[in-house]
């Protein structure tokens, strides 16, 4: 394992699955803009109307939101299930037994 030179003071907590959907939502709309409008675009099958485009860009953003939010909760449950099991139980016994 490489050694992390970054340290933290904060304390690690859950990612926001809304936060996720939204940079997801916003890296998809931007993959799609570039593809849609980048000087390699071909015409596609179903047209080339102004309304391709826009459906276009609404499901790549949708998709990356899903990504983003998929990838998000199963970082939260592994995390919970193998990180934080050990750090949840030593402030639980803290919380009960308070050091006196």
Same mark, same amino acid.
């Given at each position: 394992?490489?050694?992390?030179?970054?340290?933290?003071? =904060? #304390?690690?907590?859950? /990612?926001?699955?809304?936060?996720?959907?939204?940079?997801?939502?916003?890296?998809?709309?931007?993959?799609?803009?570039?593809?849609?409008?980048?000087?390699?675009? %071909?015409? *596609?099958?179903?047209? =080339?109307?102004?309304?391709?485009?826009?459906? *276009?860009?609404?499901?790549?953003?949708?998709?990356?939101?899903?990504?983003?939010? #998929?990838?998000?909760? #199963?970082? =939260?449950?592994?995390? @919970?299930?193998?990180? /934080?099991?050990?750090?949840?139980?030593?402030?639980?016994?803290? %919380? @009960?037994?308070?050091?006196?």
């Amino acid at each position: 394992m490489l050694p992390s030179f970054y340290s933290s003071d =904060n #304390v690690a907590q859950a /990612w926001r699955l809304s936060r996720a959907a939204a940079c997801g939502a916003g890296i998809g709309t931007a993959a799609a803009l570039i593809k849609v409008f980048g000087p390699l675009h %071909q015409p *596609e099958l179903l047209g =080339n109307g102004p309304l391709m485009h826009i459906a *276009e860009v609404a499901v790549a953003a949708v998709g990356f939101a899903l990504l983003c939010t #998929v990838a998000a909760a #199963v970082r =939260n449950f592994l995390a @919970r299930r193998l990180i /934080w099991r050990d750090f949840d139980d030593r402030t639980s016994r803290q %919380q @009960r037994h308070p050091a006196s």
